[in-house]
């Protein structure tokens, strides 16, 4: 066991834990930051999708001593950024959620995404997004909220 000093939606937080174990299980188990979801286990399904130093990370295959000084932004701190906000706002206005157990993942996927491309293309956003699997098919408004976060920040609504 190691003691880490983690920055987690902006808190200095303090873990004693195994240097293997995943990012995920620190954030849920150890922090009780339970927004991030478990899914594969192998990164293949964006479920557990953090930022880590604002890129967008799978959390369940990164080790914790990887992540030295960077911070990392949960589900539960996002909506502190504009472009968080404003896609978690898109999120509720297209009602995209329909079982919710991936939108975690997505959200933090989609503000990683209009970070670095804040006017996407249809394909740019399928091409981004395609490592986010949802089991319920929501990917049309998925799609739709993306755009109309766009939007918003575009006319400067966040």
């Not at 996002?78 to 999120?91: C, H, K, T």
């Not at 996927?109 to 089991?135: F, H, W």
């Amino acid at each position: 066991m190691e003691t880490y000093t983690l920055t987690v939606n902006g808190q200095s937080k303090e873990v004693r834990v195994d240097p293997d174990t995943p990012l995920l299980w620190v954030l849920r188990e150890d922090l009780k930051l339970t927004g991030t979801k478990y899914g594969c286990g192998i990164a293949a399904c964006g479920a557990c999708t953090v930022h880590v130093a604002g890129i967008a990370t799978r959390s369940c295959v990164v080790p914790v001593s990887l992540i030295g000084d960077r911070p990392i932004v949960t589900i539960e701190g996002i909506g502190q950024d504009p472009v968080g906000r404003a896609v978690q706002d898109a999120w509720v206005a297209e009602d995209v959620v329909q079982c919710g157990y991936c939108q975690s993942g997505q959200i933090m996927s989609a503000v990683a995404l209009l970070k670095r491309m804040p006017k996407p293309a249809d394909t740019n956003i399928e091409q981004s997004m395609g490592g986010n699997i949802c089991r319920c098919g929501t990917y049309v408004r998925i799609r739709e909220a993306i755009k109309a976060a766009s939007q918003q920040l575009q006319q400067g609504g966040a």
